[in-house]
């Protein structure tokens, strides 16, 4: 048997594995030095899919990164201030791969040229021709006069208030990530050089500085939160492992298998995200019950025979044990595949290593630590905290018989929790909005937020065109009668820009009536304006300006144009699908609502079929009964705690069952232990519960103070993800302590059935348990 000659070399050898131990962790140490951190849409989006093919072909084709400046002043016309931003504004342009900068200086200095802007179409580009010919007002007067010429919608653009302005700096297209950047990183090491007049500030924000700060905030929050997992971890199991010798080994086995964990994603080029973030807690409260179960009953069998006797019957009685219920752990995780969210699979993915990795270091390290420590029991002399366990033990052991006798109404008030549950599942909302997700201080997300509260939305609807002869005449066309009838029928879409667009300004403000009509206005449109539009003969975009709106609003908009595309259909060989970041978050809400129930039935379906497999006996499925219970308890905990559906939460089925199994499966497999040697299955339920109890009871709570770290993170999905997991850990101790022996009693088998396993490879019916 495997575990037998693990045994032997444990106790045979028991320092070269304590060395073989140490490499692994040193390993580890090296490992995770190549793990980095990830954001953005690479964990949202499947890039293998076709939404994901189609974002980078329009990330790549067509949008080029920007960055916002927002300064803010006593007076943004003042001369002084005016000759100071123009000169910011002349730094920035010769940063490399900055492709533009716009601000209010430039129009100002091309209105005193003479080129007055007709609309907040022809503005921005027209004006700036004239910049080398114009010059800064020199007074307020003059400043405020010409400003009277510009339309409405471009003032407000380039000066929403009388304290603040904005200048934008566009960066060159089709850079890399790490290449943009390095350029805001260059726009802040200049506007640090500068030296703004007293009151002058100016704060850099957009899509890349959200990034950038995100991964920054999700580093330090791993930092935080992995310490204050293992503090509280250390504090639980000081007090209520305070009978237990050695305490605080099993603090000591996780952060080593957490090491491990870390070298491994290292080595395989698995970047950190919210979703591993996440999973690091739940990592811990895991392992740390490896570690406790393996030590509770090392310390139980310490007491009644030699240590290394006890060390080999601990192996061979609780390592297949755990095992069992780990691998049914995984089946949880491994339901997390399908899931269209990257950040929910590298959560699965992260986990099983983790669980692998925890497992591994308990089962070699513990039987090494006790055998090169001499480990040895508390002496079992009366104290309050030996009086406490054993009262507890007995009120275990009381309950479960009470349970065991009338199982029925047990079972029935459950599964009316559960069944409310299942009913208002479908009402708790589905929150997508990344804005949500970060700190609500965090800087960029502020700065941010008040340009979005200033201009409108930053966030466009783009609508990408596929198909050859995207710039033929007819489907010029369509895309001008199309972006009108939008722009007439949605207050929330405020301006719509196309190839279309494009040409009627450069012709006057009307379209061609034939292909050579259509091709001379395009060869006026300068190829800075065009690229960002028109991609040769085959691609093009109609960027539809939007308020700012919550989530779902958005989502509905978005559906109902593409129900316009599909009425009001392009020319033949013409595609259109919406895309960038407004069609990747909008369309995480049918994926959530999809895929969180899809992982749940396939968890269930791979737990029973597991259990089925290994166990092959009626009393297999007992585990899933409390296991249903709990899932539809979860539901119902959310709605009370107000808690909203996310990326995270979403997978809080498929986690449940993979955690709560662990609890039921073992105590399964005392009861198992238990009937075949006493053949009473309700005395069997009565001390398997009893002796289990305690340690999964343990275990319980120090799985939950690792999880409740996760409360302690300033990133709400993070934050709320903990509240849940919390919760769904205190519902699987009661399913483990108050459902299972109610499903035991009615689907758990006598001795014979048990002892009928044993020709049959029942992993139950030899020695084992916990």
Request: one cysteine or more; glycine letters at 10%.
């Amino acid at each position: 048997m495997f575990f037998e000659r693990v045994a032997s070399v444990l106790v045979g050898y028991p320092r070269q594995v304590a060395l073989a131990l140490l490499f692994l962790f040193l390993l580890g140490l090296v490992g995770m030095t190549g793990v980095s951190m990830e954001t953005g849409s690479d964990t949202y989006l499947d890039k293998s899919t076709r939404e994901g093919v189609l974002y980078d072909s329009y990330t790549e084709r067509f949008l080029s990164d920007s960055a916002v400046l927002l300064v803010k002043c006593d007076d943004p016309l003042d001369p002084e201030f005016l000759g100071f931003l123009d000169r910011l504004e002349t730094e920035v342009r010769e940063v490399r791969h900055v492709e533009s900068v716009e601000a209010l200086p430039d129009v100002l200095k091309a209105l005193n040229h003479g080129r007055l802007p007709a609309s907040r179409a022809e503005a921005l580009p027209d004006v700036l021709k004239a910049l080398n010919h114009g010059r800064l007002p020199a007074s307020r007067a003059e400043a405020e006069m010409l400003l009277g010429h510009l339309p409405p919608d471009l003032r407000a653009q380039l000066l929403p208030s009388n304290i603040l302005t904005l200048v934008l700096v566009d960066v060159e297209q089709g850079v890399s990530t790490d290449v943009s950047r390095g350029v805001l990183h260059s726009v802040q090491a200049v506007i640090e050089s500068e030296s703004p007049p007293p009151g002058v500030s100016i704060e850099v924000t957009g899509n890349t500085a959200f990034d950038e700060q995100m991964e920054d905030e999700l580093t330090a929050s791993l930092a935080v939160l992995i310490a204050a997992a293992m503090g509280l971890m250390a504090i639980t199991l000081a007090v209520l492992f305070s009978s237990m010798s050695h305490r605080l080994l099993p603090a000591l086995l996780v952060a080593v298998g957490m090491i491990l964990t870390f070298g491994v994603m290292g080595f395989t080029g698995i970047n950190l995200n919210i979703g591993v973030v996440a999973a690091f807690p739940v990592l811990l409260g895991l392992g740390i019950d490896y570690a406790i179960q393996f030590q509770a009953r090392l310390d139980e069998e310490c007491r009644r025979s030699p240590l290394p006797e006890a060390v080999r019957t601990t192996l061979v009685r609780t390592g297949p044990a755990v095992l069992v219920a780990m691998a049914a752990t995984g089946m949880g995780f491994i339901a997390m595949f399908i899931s269209p969210v990257p950040m929910v699979k590298s959560f699965g993915i992260v986990s099983l290593i983790g669980i692998a990795c925890c497992y591994g270091v308990t089962l070699l390290g513990l039987p090494a630590y006790a055998l090169l420590r001499d480990y040895r029991p508390k002496p079992a002399a009366a104290g309050r905290g030996v009086e406490m366990k054993e009262r507890y033990d007995s009120l275990l052991s009381r309950t479960a018989g009470r349970i065991a006798k009338h199982p029925v109404p047990v079972l029935l008030v459950a599964a009316l929790v559960a069944y409310g549950g299942v009913v208002v599942d479908s009402s708790i909302p589905i929150d997508t909005n990344q804005n949500t997700f970060v700190p609500p201080e965090m800087p960029t997300k502020l700065s941010l937020n008040e340009v979005t509260g200033l201009v409108g939305s930053v966030r466009p609807l783009p609508l990408l065109l596929q198909g050859e002869g995207v710039d033929d005449y007819e489907t010029v066309v369509w895309m001008d009668r199309f972006g009108d009838y939008e722009l007439s029928r949605h207050a929330e879409l405020t301006g719509v820009t196309s190839a279309a667009t494009l040409i009627k300004k450069y012709n006057g403000g009307v379209l061609p009536t034939d292909q050579a009509g259509i091709d001379a206005a395009l060869a006026r449109v300068p190829d800075d304006e065009l690229k960002g539009y028109l991609s040769g003969h085959t691609a093009g975009v109609i960027d539809f300006a939007t308020i700012d709106m919550q989530m779902g609003a958005q989502d509905r908009v978005k559906k109902e144009v593409m129900a316009d595309v599909g009425w009001m259909r392009p020319p033949p060989g013409i595609e259109v699908d919406p895309t960038g970041d407004y069609d990747m978050f909008t369309s995480l809400i049918a994926n959530i609502a999809t895929s969180k129930e899809q992982m749940t039935y396939l968890g269930f379906a791979l737990i029973f079929a597991y259990l089925v497999l290994v166990y092959r006996k009626r009393y297999a499925i007992s585990p899933i009964i409390p296991l249903v219970c709990i899932v539809g308890w979860n539901a119902v905990g959310m709605l009370l705690m107000g808690i909203n559906y996310t990326p995270m939460t979403a997978c809080l089925g498929s986690m449940t069952i993979g955690v709560a199994s662990e609890y039921t499966i073992l105590m399964m497999e005392r009861y198992g232990e238990e009937i075949r040697e006493h053949g009473d299955p309700q005395r069997a339920i009565r001390e398997g519960v009893q002796k289990v109890g305690t340690a999964v009871t343990v275990s319980a709570l120090v799985t939950a103070c690792g999880f409740s770290a996760l409360v302690l993170s300033n990133f709400q999905i993070i934050a709320n993800f903990g509240i849940t997991t919390v919760i769904a850990v205190g519902f699987s101790l009661v399913g483990a302590i108050i459902i299972m022996p109610a499903a035991l009693a009615i689907v758990g088998g006598g001795k014979k059935e048990l002892e009928a396993g044993t020709d049959q490879g029942d992993p139950a019916s030899s020695p084992g348990g916990v």
